[in-house]
């Protein structure tokens, strides 16, 4: 069916922001002035073939401290035996990409502590709440990600949940003291599921200790790594990405020589989403008061370290901007004001908030992407209004790629140059 038609409200909010965007020719050609990469290689300098880094991906990576062996080459057999005698424990969260993720670690700490292969289908009975939405996550997923060092995917066919399988709910802060199933399990996760919610019994959290490493366990960016052992872009994923106009330079680790810029304005932004008025859920205010302001600064941020002849670039190569949003007004400004921009093609549409259609794949396609650039690039402008979409990719992208920096834009973007500054190295 059509998409309802766009209310009167959000169809004046475009026509203003498309107002704050526009320049003049002089101003324009700054802007490009800004753009040119002059001293680093250009994108074509290097291999375009993704093929070449995905021996990169899993555990051990250069953010994470040292696993414990078991983790990397006795639990992968442990989790496929598992599997196949149809022990396993359903992720079932149907939330949007960012809390999913959010979760996701937590899910696989809480499969240890039951012993349970992980899986992230969930048969959805009547009366759950997922059941009223068309594009759950768990059946997508797979499409998009593979394990890294285990099979995350798969469905009921292949392990139906036995008449006796018990649902795990989250109903307080910290997950009580667990231990190992002989049953199949769905865990019923939430906003709370954080991984100290399972780290923080005592007992819990020796045995997590013990299975992982105590190094590892204990690292600051637990969730970063843990996603990491856990994720891998499965052909799908690795063919969208081959196929992105203006797509960056791929360098060790699998990052990307990119600073990718994430605008969230907010659910009313999102696609056919008309229940929401202006004044709500109004995110990325910095860039709603002047997007041209921080189009400049995200332009900036491509800079070299330094300028001038001892300039610093980014492994010696050309940083490419990338622009990430929920409002394609967002999207046509960066494509108005630079010459080359990676912009993933697509309207982004929302799992839960757009007009309860079940998503085409090209808007899966769209939103799989957007994360997964975030997740890669070397730099990231985001908001201090956050979102746990752009957290979650800046988590996975410093567990690979600990020269990584994020700069952080406040409710205003002042005058100060250096907020713009990529940070030097060490």
Not at 133 to 146: E, H, L, S
Not at 221 to 233: F, H, M, T, V
Not at 245 to 258: D, T
């Amino acid at each position: 069916s059509p998409p309802p038609p766009v209310p009167p409200w959000l169809s004046a909010t475009g026509q203003f922001l498309d107002a704050r965007c526009a320049i003049s020719p002089a101003a324009l050609g700054e802007l490009h002035a800004l753009e040119r990469c002059a001293g680093g290689r250009a994108d074509g300098a290097f291999p375009a073939n993704t093929s070449d880094v995905t021996a990169t991906w899993g555990l051990p990576a250069r953010g994470c401290p040292a696993p414990s062996l078991e983790l990397l080459s006795a639990y992968p057999r442990q989790h496929a035996l598992l599997r196949a005698q149809g022990r396993v424990m359903q992720y079932c969260y149907h939330a949007p990409l960012g809390n999913y993720m959010e979760a996701l670690p937590t899910a696989f700490l809480l499969s240890l502590l039951l012993d349970l292969a992980l899986v992230v289908h969930c048969d959805v009975r009547k009366g759950d709440h997922m059941a009223q939405f068309k594009t759950r996550m768990g059946d997508i997923f797979p499409r998009y990600f593979a394990g890294s060092h285990i099979d995350l995917g798969g469905s009921s066919a292949f392990y139906p949940l036995a008449a006796n399988a018990t649902d795990l709910r989250q109903d307080s802060e910290m997950f009580g003291e667990l231990a190992p199933s002989l049953t199949a399990v769905r865990a019923l996760l939430n906003i709370r599921a954080q991984t100290g919610s399972a780290l923080g019994n005592p007992a819990n959290r020796r045995r997590l200790r013990e299975a992982l490493g105590a190094k590892f366990a204990d690292g600051p960016n637990l969730d970063g790594c843990l996603l990491r052992y856990l994720l891998a872009p499965a052909p799908r994923l690795v063919s969208i990405f081959e196929r992105l106009s203006n797509r960056p330079a791929e360098g060790a680790g699998g990052s990307l020589s990119a600073v990718a810029m994430h605008v969230r304005l907010g659910d009313r932004f999102l696609g056919t989403r008309t229940d929401r008025r202006p004044d709500e859920d109004s995110r990325s205010v910095a860039y709603q008061r002047d997007p041209l302001r921080v189009m400049r600064c995200l332009l900036r941020s491509l800079q070299p370290v330094g300028g001038g002849a001892g300039a610093v670039w980014d492994r010696g190569v050309c940083l490419r901007a990338v622009v990430i949003s929920d409002s394609g007004w967002v999207e046509k400004c960066a494509q108005r004001l630079m010459k080359k921009v990676a912009i993933t093609p697509g309207v982004a549409l929302h799992p839960h908030k757009s007009a309860g259609r079940k998503l085409a794949d090209v808007a899966l396609d769209k939103l799989m992407l957007d994360w997964w650039l975030l997740a890669r690039s070397r730099g990231l402008l985001t908001f201090v209004d956050g979102s746990s979409f752009s957290r979650m990719a800046a988590r996975f992208r410093d567990a690979g790629d600990p020269g990584g920096w994020r700069l952080q834009i406040g409710r205003e973007l002042g005058d100060d140059p250096n907020v713009c500054a990529q940070p030097r190295p060490g």
